[in-house]
């Protein structure tokens, strides 16, 4: 369903990814871990053209996008692909002036021209589903870090996309917040959504991943089942990483 091949990117003189190639099958979950620095962030934000890749290829579906040096992927075909992602950032960034719900509506209205009647009753059954059924006209700073997560992971379903992307969903939250929000995850999991998760939660990725990839500068050093990476890692980089986490 998403195919990257020979993905490159720098910022100016530093080349953060270097060629990177992985394919991503309609419902399945990839997890992304690796060492701080190695471009899971860049990768991620590749994914929805956040950051635009200076060479390579994105195939999305039926939809193909080839990045040159020379020539620059119209705006048109950035947006119509960033409609088709959800994102979940580290530090949640919901509109502060908005509700839970008027966040889980936002987007909704905005960008997909739904009625305010249908978003609201979108909104409310994904409140619902991330059990937040009691808190939908709370604003963000009378909310815990993992109901405003979870108010996030909402706001990204809302707009029907067909991949959520997580950065780091669960960092930024107290230890005992952590759980409420990795269950959400993993049932959207079960359920068969597609998605790409940056996690140092090794626990979430061995249960959650259908195939993890352990970046270390700019490329893919490992990737496989969480068994082939976790546990019989081919490198000693890859080891040291992993030891390090343990
Ligand atoms: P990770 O998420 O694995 O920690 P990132 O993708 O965030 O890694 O960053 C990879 C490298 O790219 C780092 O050295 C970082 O400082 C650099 N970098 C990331 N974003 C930018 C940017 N917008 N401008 C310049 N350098 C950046
Ligand atoms: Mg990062």
Redesign the pocket.
């Known amino acids: 369903m998403i195919e990257i091949l020979d993905l490159h990117k720098s910022?100016g003189p530093?080349a953060?990814l270097k060629g990177i190639d992985l394919k991503l099958e309609h419902g399945k979950v990839l997890v992304i871990i690796?060492p701080?620095?190695?471009?899971?962030?860049?990768l991620l934000r590749c994914f929805n053209l956040l950051e635009v890749p200076d060479r390579g290829c994105i195939v999305f579906g039926d939809t193909k996008l080839n990045f040159t040096d020379t020539k620059k992927v119209s705006e048109h075909n950035v947006l119509a692909l960033r409609k088709r992602t959800g994102m979940v950032f580290q530090s949640y960034n919901l509109f502060p002036h908005m509700t839970a719900l008027g966040n889980v509506m936002e987007g909704q209205v905005t960008v997909q021209k739904r009625s305010k009647g249908d978003a609201r009753k979108r909104a409310l059954a994904l409140l619902d589903k991330v059990g937040l059924a009691e808190k939908t006209d709370f604003y963000p700073h009378q909310l815990s870090g993992g109901q405003q997560q979870r108010v996030a992971i909402a706001r990204a379903m809302a707009v029907d996309p067909e991949v959520l992307l997580f950065d780091e969903p669960t960092s930024a939250l107290d230890p005992e917040l952590v759980g409420e929000v990795l269950k959400v995850i993993k049932q959207l999991a079960a359920e068969g959504m597609t998605m790409v998760i940056v996690t140092h939660e090794m626990k979430f990725a061995a249960d959650v991943a259908d195939k993890i990839i352990l970046?270390d500068d700019g490329l893919i050093l490992e990737r496989g089942t969480p068994e082939d990476v976790l546990e019989h890692p081919k490198s000693t980089r890859a080891l040291q990483f992993l030891n390090r986490l343990k």
């Open positions: 910022y530093l953060v690796g701080s620095g190695s471009g899971k962030t860049t970046m």
